[in-house]
């Protein structure tokens, strides 16, 4: 579709939210108004950026007056205690949304006859070896456990990929990455290739990342973003790594700190309307995670609203504070190069201002030349805000949800989760 088809469709997709929204949902009747005289895309101008905190203390005035007619669940999102969401969902959306998936996965090749292997937080049942992996045959997948992949059971994942011969590897970059870095050491591409492409979502992917899973499995990577919420939904192109936002999903907009539109080029906050729940709707919902605004313009001829360089929720967690109180983001961690080539797993971890703790897990190679690298290249990142030591540890505990965390903080000061939480 032309870029003008696009945006009077969305029209026509917001115009009806935003009327079911005035006329059912308590939280929204006083801006009645505003829907029935403006232009839909101005009317959401007039609507409040909505966070998490305002769902939960307004559930009630949020719950549409007609919820009995309207076949729905209630979900909670991930996240620590206190930092979970409760809301109402259609039963058809989770299937709805599956529509989308596979829509963009087919861009790298991806079909509902293709096999995958899943590296993702499912609930795993069983003992024993059954405990590594289990199928899942409703989407033809074998999943395998992102909780148990370490240097004693990495073979064992290896020989099971290679058995299954999957055409696709889909699941969190951090779980593959301990993949692909076991493969690359050791030398076993051919056993697990050929892989048509790696669908990688929930966290954001580092480039050292991404290049090593692209080295392990010769295959091409293919990330894609969106959220439990499910209000803007994303994914990269046949041509580039911008997201390209589905129309029919849900509107997107990249908003600065006080709340204007970002221009092209310029970095926000990603805020969304889903399309797809009626039980809850979500208007200008404020996702905590930050993009820079991208041309809508693309090589592949979609002309849909992009964004890139996803930054995960602005969490506690995502900052360390350097000696002067300066906060830095992990992402400005993110290191290039060989800096940890005989690391498997690492993170950062912060008690006091100003000292950066690296906890590694390290391989056989690794060796007192490895700490020394890796301390001087964050020494050079940092500017002498931090002493940065390396601490090696044999395990790093994944999230409940099965997630790495980039960095675990236990500074918390007023200043930061102000910013953290706004
Ligand atoms: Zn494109």
């Not at 970059?173 to 990688?200: F, M, N, T």
């Not at 539109?261 to 919902?285: A, D, H, K, T």
């Not at 790093?396 to 953290?420: A, C, F, H, N, Y």
Request: a neutral charge; one cysteine or more.
């Amino acid at each position: 579709m032309p870029r003008s088809d696009i945006v009077a469709f969305q029209k026509r997709q917001l115009a009806a939210l935003l009327e079911f929204a005035v006329r059912e949902v308590p939280f929204y009747e006083s801006l009645r108004n505003v829907v029935m005289r403006l232009d839909p895309f101005s009317a959401l101008e007039e609507f409040p950026l909505l966070s998490k905190e305002d769902v939960q203390r307004d559930f009630e005035r949020m719950t549409p007056r007609s919820i009995r007619r309207i076949a729905h669940r209630e979900r909670t999102t991930g996240g620590s205690s206190g930092n979970q969401l409760r809301f109402l969902e259609d039963d058809s959306t989770y299937a709805r949304e599956m529509g989308f998936m596979h829509s963009q996965w087919g861009r790298v090749g991806y079909t509902t006859r293709s096999k995958k292997a899943t590296f993702r937080g499912a609930e795993f049942r069983g003992r024993g070896d059954s405990v590594l992996w289990q199928e899942n045959p409703l989407h033809n997948e074998l999943q395998f456990s992102p909780f148990h992949m370490n240097e004693g059971t990495l073979g064992l994942y290896v020989k099971k990929v290679a058995e299954y011969r999957p055409e696709f590897l889909h699941g969190y970059p951090s779980a593959i990455d301990v993949l692909a870095e076991y493969v690359v050491r050791h030398g076993l591409q051919a056993r697990v290739q050929p892989i048509k492409a790696v669908l990688l979502g929930s966290e954001s992917c580092m480039s050292e990342q991404r290049e090593r899973i692209e080295r392990a499995f010769a295959a091409r990577v293919y990330t894609f973003y969106g959220q439990s919420e499910r209000v803007v939904l994303g994914g990269e192109c046949e041509w580039s790594q911008a997201y390209h936002a589905f129309p029919a999903y849900g509107v997107l907009e990249v908003l600065r700190e006080d709340g204007s539109r970002c221009s092209e080029g310029e970095q926000g906050e990603i805020v969304g309307s889903g399309f797809l729940n009626r039980s809850m709707p979500l208007i200008r919902y404020r996702t905590d995670d930050q993009a820079v605004r991208e041309p809508s313009l693309c090589k592949c001829g979609r002309c849909w609203d992009r964004f890139s360089n996803v930054q995960g929720r602005r969490a506690v967690e995502g900052f360390v504070v350097g000696r002067s109180g300066s906060k830095i983001t992990a992402t400005a961690l993110n290191m290039h190069g060989d800096v940890f080539r005989n690391v498997i797993r690492y993170q950062y971890g912060q008690s006091i201002p100003g000292q950066l703790v690296i906890r590694v897990i390290p391989s056989s190679a690794y060796s007192s030349t490895d700490e020394e690298r890796i301390i001087a290249a964050h020494g050079r990142r940092l500017w002498g805000e931090m002493d940065v030591l390396v601490e090696i540890v044999q395990d790093i505990p994944l999230t409940s949800s099965g997630k790495q965390r980039r960095v675990v903080s236990e500074i918390v000061t007023g200043d930061v989760l102000e910013s953290g939480d706004r």
